[in-house]
Each structure stands twice: as structure tokens, then as C-alpha cells.
């Protein structure tokens, strides 16, 4: 099971509105609806900020949203803030066997 | 409040093995499953290897099957990771995390309570 394929680095200026994008494959990423984001600062454990492609839990913000079209996942993080500076990574379900998959990751600057 | 702690950093030879803990609470323990995820230095979140201790079923990633052993323990509720054998490349930091996961109903509410994580370091 091949990593999930996310681009390196994505960055933006304050208040302006960024994307991830996260492909997988059939197997994994087109196959459900399950695909999770995590938010991870250096040096800290990663936190989940979106599950089940578009699910905020309880207490995050609402300017990061997430869908799926086919293979490909995205999150997207609106209203840009100095605090969003972070790595992001997406995972998703792969089945039985394969309990999860994770992204490359991906570094998002606050320019 | 539900809280995963783990053990502390580990210094370790090559060829030498280590066993880490996650000490769990705030919750129903054997309902729900333990992953274990490596994050090499600058590298991202790798998934090896999940328990699930109500039955002791295990899941591993092809990529780590053979090398680690993922365990637990009901009555202190707390997991357990084992690497035998390591290697200087094994160097890395292990997180464990509570997975929301129904894997028979194909439901994953994702990983959302996360251990601090431990560091492995192998150097001779």
C-alpha cells in the first residue's frame, strides 16, 4: 500500500484561502468515505481536524473543510491565519487489511 | 478526559529490541482500537501496526509485519509496542492514538486522541 500522493509544500497570505489535495487510489481513497486530516506542529503529536472527508470535531475551527471527488481528497483552510502554519497530513481507510494510509504530508506557510 | 500517555525516550544499540508503552484512560479500552504510528526524523506519519484489545486482534502494515509486535494489557489498559532487533535507521519517534474504527461496518471516525509520542534513538 503506497503512500497517499499530497503536495510538498502549499503556502498563501493571511486571510486568503489554501487547498491540499491527497490522491490515492481505488483501493483506498476512491473506495470510502472515510479519510481523516491531522494538523501537526514540530515537535508535537498530530491532531485531528477532519474525518469522514468533511467532519469537524468538537472544537475545530470552521474555516478548515474538506471533500472528495473520486480518488482525490482536499482540505481546504479559509481565512488564512499565522496559526495555520503547520504539516498536514490526510489518511484514509483501505480496507480490512490495510486499516490506514497516510499522506506525504504537507507543509502549509503563512507568507 | 481522555488521555493517552506514553513512555519515555529510549536510547538503544543496534540489534538491541525495545518495548514501549501507552498508558490509556477516559474511556472504554477494549472497544475501541490502538494504533502505533512512526514519524521518522523530518519525515511524515507512517501506519504500522493496530490493536484492538477487546479480542487482541491485530493489524499490521506490510512494511513493519515480522519486525514489531503490538500488544496489551486489559487490566492496566494499556498497549504495548515491541521492535526487535533495531537499527540505526529505526530512529524515529512512535506515536499511539485511539482509532475510531468499526472495521466490519467499514466506519472510521479517525484517530483522534494521540500519546505525546517516544523517541527511539539507535546509535552504537
Known amino acids: 500500500q503506497s503512500a497517499l500522493t499530497q503536495p510538498a509544500s502549499v503556502s498563501g497570505s493571511p486571510g486568503q484561502s489554501i487547498t491540499i489535495s491527497c490522491t490515492g487510489t481505488?483501493?483506498?481513497?476512491?473506495?470510502?468515505?472515510?479519510v481523516s486530516w491531522y494538523q501537526q506542529y514540530p515537535g508535537k503529536a498530530p491532531k485531528l481536524i477532519i474525518s469522514?472527508?468533511?467532519k469537524r470535531p468538537s472544537g475545530i475551527s470552521n474555516r478548515f473543510s474538506g471533500s472528495k471527488s473520486a480518488n482525490t481528497a482536499s482540505l481546504t483552510i479559509s481565512g488564512l491565519q499565522a496559526e495555520d502554519e503547520a504539516d498536514y497530513y490526510c489518511?484514509?481507510?483501505?480496507?480490512?487489511?490495510?486499516?490506514?494510509?497516510f499522506g506525504t504530508g504537507t507543509k502549509v506557510t503563512v507568507l | 478526559e481522555v488521555q493517552l500517555v506514553q513512555s519515555g525516550a529510549e536510547v538503544k544499540k543496534p540489534g538491541e529490541s525495545v518495548k514501549i508503552s501507552c498508558k490509556t484512560s477516559g474511556y472504554n479500552f477494549n472497544g475501541e482500537w490502538i494504533v502505533w504510528v512512526r514519524q521518522m526524523p523530518g519525515k511524515g506519519l507512517e501506519w504500522m501496526a493496530s490493536i484492538y484489545p477487546g479480542d487482541f486482534a491485530t493489524k499490521y502494515s506490510p512494511s513493519f509485519q515480522g519486525q514489531v509486535t503490538v500488544s496489551a494489557d486489559r487490566s492496566i489498559t494499556t498497549a504495548y509496542f515491541q521492535w526487535s532487533s533495531l537499527k540505526a535507521s529505526d530512529t524515529a519517534t512512535y506515536f499511539c492514538?485511539?482509532?475510531?474504527?468499526?472495521?466490519?461496518?467499514?466506519?472510521?471516525?479517525?484517530?483522534?486522541?494521540w500519546g505525546q509520542g517516544t523517541t527511539i534513538t539507535v546509535s552504537s
Open positions: 492514538a485511539r482509532h475510531r474504527l468499526w472495521v466490519a461496518r467499514s466506519i472510521d471516525y479517525g484517530m483522534d486522541v
Open positions: 489518511s484514509s481507510f483501505a480496507g480490512s487489511t490495510t486499516l490506514a494510509v
Open positions: 469522514e472527508v468533511t
Open positions: 481505488s483501493s483506498d481513497v476512491g473506495s470510502y468515505d472515510l
